[in-house]
């Protein structure tokens, strides 16, 4: 595997090392791609088979035609009012999630900082909750209050932990407090209401796709459409950043801006999200170091986790369908694999001697 | 092949929050030539390198690169041109080398993560200046101390900027590895005309290697010049507060420094030429 050292002649045809250097990157670039194809099959089958599969089992010729808008007796109603809407809404609200997880994971170095578990995600949750529930809100106005919280939550928790810049442990801690007042607030919010039925309520605690409706899912596109290239655009700011904020100001980033762009738009992810979804717990936690672990150190990450986040989401979704004798919301099924994962990751952190 | 870019500060007055740290100061960056700065801690000597490329917003001055003001112009442009080093950069879990050393590459690269031949080359040319060709496919946190800082050192390379600046880039490295960090920049300044200001903590090591010598104490210039007429008792004593023995260092006819503690010194040190 070790190439050849450093001859010293820097001729312009391939050196050994220019070769070694082609080659790693290569490598890093074919296993991301690579990664990405197959994210894509996952979430593709996975979106098919959320559409076919269900109480009447429609074959895929139509299921498309339904997709295509052709009128299928049953299946349209089923497919195309039913499934479609929820396994749409169900792709982005976890390619949301885990934009906006990944990102605040890696402008904080930290894959504890994501904002389902640092209370940004419970701020719009709560926010959305009160003004569906108590308020009487419905369709941008929910979202628009989801949003503001997250807001205000975000900027509650940078003030708290704020002392000669702000420290990740302390913005961390201050944020899983801040989650638990507002995880608690919800459930106050939920037991005042008047009338709530259990899925109301499971929505808003650990978030679910039932009940979809086209008119849930267009806000969050309109987010994914605006937010995610906003994203995608500063992705390799965010990689400078990672190496410091001296550094990445040396290679040129704009360090304040692009921290403020991408706190904007990955709130605004979250919150547009949330607020169709209720908080689908850990969503945004998981997708960036699962992501990380299959493409490997040095590659960008925002497309495989908003892939992951999808994949995890729809997958979830149906196994919390149709995999027990009891449906379960997908946030359920989620909840399940994120919770083990926190616990590794504060349990090694402290192990590691407390260093975040 | 480089060309001459001159660095320039004019009444620099830096400081955070309440606290002043540079107090009107005037200082002249020689092109093509190495410029240390020593100091005492907390006299300023990171502040006024990180003000130098506009991490820092100067409260009042001028930091002028070609006669233009630092902090106004285009961050990338002016990655493209000088480059800086901080103390302690943070490298990515698991990151490799090669891929460590292509974020040097971030300025010259468009809005679309074009990487062309170019980028390939300048990163090879980097880890052969360097001698970190073989790593290149190593993760960065398994290397030791003294490799990490030249990949460090490559990173900055592959940003081929005709400015470079360093903080403290010898620190936790043993006697051996700092002798070849700076080795290694005298060979960059020599060969590429690269202009390097580096803050040293060691006031022997940056006599031998620097061209220009810059004291510095409480956020104000003290002396400024060769290091013969900057490295002398006087201003060790006005920098420092330690009494010293200054003497001509035999191997490069440089000044050498020796501190004068309380204990270990004979009586007649000071008379000893």
């Known amino acids: 595997m070790t190439t050849t050292p450093t001859a010293g002649t820097s001729a312009p045809t391939v050196t050994p090392t220019v070769a070694a250097v082609v080659r790693v990157r290569r490598s890093r670039r074919t296993r991301r791609a690579l990664v990405c194809l197959v994210l894509v099959v996952v979430v593709v089958a996975a979106l098919g088979a959320s559409l076919v599969y269900g109480q009447t089992v429609y074959s895929p010729r139509e299921v498309l035609d339904v997709v295509l808008g052709r009128d299928v007796p049953g299946a349209s109603f089923t497919v195309g009012r039913l499934r479609l809407p929820r396994a749409v809404l169900g792709l982005l609200a976890g390619t949301a999630f885990g934009l906006a997880g990944v990102a605040f994971q890696t402008m904080l170095r930290n894959p504890l900082a994501s904002p389902d578990v640092i209370g940004i995600s419970a701020g719009a949750s709560t926010a959305a909750a009160?003004?569906?529930?108590?308020?009487?809100?419905?369709?941008?106005?929910?979202?628009?209050?989801?949003?503001?919280?997250?807001?205000?939550?975000?900027?509650?928790?940078?003030?708290?932990?704020?002392?000669?810049?702000?420290?990740?442990?302390?913005?961390?801690?201050?944020?899983?407090?801040?989650?638990?007042?507002?995880?608690?607030?919800?459930?106050?919010?939920?037991?005042?209401?008047?009338?709530?039925?259990?899925?109301?309520?499971?929505?808003?605690?650990?978030?679910?796709?039932?009940?979809?409706?086209?008119?849930?899912?267009?806000?969050?596109?309109?987010?994914?459409?605006?937010?995610?290239?906003?994203?995608?655009?500063?992705?390799?700011?965010?990689?400078?950043?990672?190496?410091?904020?001296?550094?990445?100001?040396?290679?040129?980033?704009?360090?304040?801006?692009?921290?403020?762009?991408?706190?904007?738009?990955?709130?605004?992810?979250?919150?547009?999200?949330?607020?169709?979804?209720?908080?689908?717990?850990?969503?945004?936690?998981?997708?960036?170091?699962?992501?990380?672990?299959?493409?490997?150190?040095?590659?960008?990450?925002?497309?495989?986790?908003?892939?992951?986040?999808?994949?995890?989401?729809?997958?979830?979704?149906?196994?919390?369908?149709?995999?027990?004798?009891?449906?379960?919301?997908?946030?359920?099924?989620?909840?399940?694999?994120?919770?083990?994962?926190?616990?590794?990751?504060?349990?090694?952190?402290?192990?590691?001697?407390?260093?975040? | 092949m480089t060309t001459e870019h001159t660095l320039q500060i004019e009444g620099l007055q830096l400081g955070y929050g309440e606290r002043t740290v540079i107090d009107g100061l005037d200082l002249t960056v020689p092109p093509g030539r190495i410029t240390a700065i020593v100091g005492a801690n907390a006299c300023g000597k990171s502040t006024l390198l990180r003000s130098m490329s506009r991490l820092l917003t100067p409260r009042g001055g001028h930091v002028l690169l070609d006669g233009k003001q630092v902090h106004r112009q285009p961050a990338k442009a002016l990655a493209r041109t000088l480059g800086l080093l901080p103390q302690s950069p943070v490298a990515p879990e698991g990151i490799t080398v090669a891929d460590l050393v292509g974020r040097g590459r971030t300025p010259h690269q468009g809005l679309f993560h074009r990487w062309r031949h170019d980028d390939d080359l300048a990163v090879a040319a980097a880890l052969d200046a360097t001698g970190t060709a073989d790593l290149v496919d190593r993760p960065v946190d398994e290397l030791s101390g003294g490799q990490r800082q030249r990949v460090w050192i490559a990173m900055a390379l592959a940003q081929q900027t005709d400015l470079l600046l360093l903080d403290e880039p010898t620190t936790f490295l043993d006697v051996s590895h700092q002798v070849e960090v700076l080795d290694l920049l005298t060979d960059l300044n020599r060969t590429r005309g690269t202009t390097i200001v580096m803050v040293l903590h060691d006031l022997n090591l940056a006599a031998r290697y620097a061209d220009h010598l810059v004291a510095l104490a409480a956020g104000r210039i003290h002396a400024a010049g060769s290091p013969a007429e900057v490295l002398t008792e006087d201003c060790v004593h006005a920098v420092f507060g330690l009494r010293s023995l200054v003497i001509t260092d035999p191997t490069s006819g440089r000044p050498l420094m020796l501190p004068l503690g309380r204990h270990h010194v004979r009586e007649d040190a000071t008379v000893e030429r």
């Open chain 1, 130 to 356: 009160f003004g569906i529930v108590t308020l009487g809100l419905s369709g941008t106005a929910v979202s628009t209050f989801a949003i503001v919280a997250s807001l205000a939550v975000a900027l509650t928790i940078y003030a708290l932990s704020f002392k000669d810049g702000v420290a990740g442990i302390r913005l961390i801690l201050i944020g899983i407090g801040i989650a638990a007042m507002l995880e608690s607030l919800t459930t106050y919010v939920l037991s005042r209401a008047a009338q709530w039925d259990l899925q109301e309520a499971t929505r808003w605690l650990t978030g679910s796709l039932n009940g979809a409706r086209w008119s849930d899912v267009v806000p969050v596109l309109v987010a994914v459409v605006v937010l995610a290239p906003v994203l995608l655009h500063r992705s390799r700011d965010l990689w400078s950043m990672q190496l410091g904020d001296d550094t990445a100001a040396a290679l040129g980033t704009r360090v304040e801006r692009t921290r403020l762009l991408v706190v904007l738009a990955a709130v605004g992810l979250i919150a547009f999200a949330t607020a169709a979804t209720g908080p689908i717990a850990f969503v945004a936690f998981l997708a960036g170091p699962i992501a990380a672990r299959l493409v490997g150190p040095g590659a960008s990450l925002f497309v495989p986790a908003a892939l992951v986040g999808a994949a995890l989401v729809l997958v979830g979704d149906l196994a919390g369908q149709y995999a027990f004798d009891h449906r379960y919301p997908v946030g359920v099924m989620t909840g399940v694999l994120g919770a083990p994962y926190l616990v590794y990751l504060i349990v090694r952190t402290n192990r590691a001697g407390g260093s975040l």
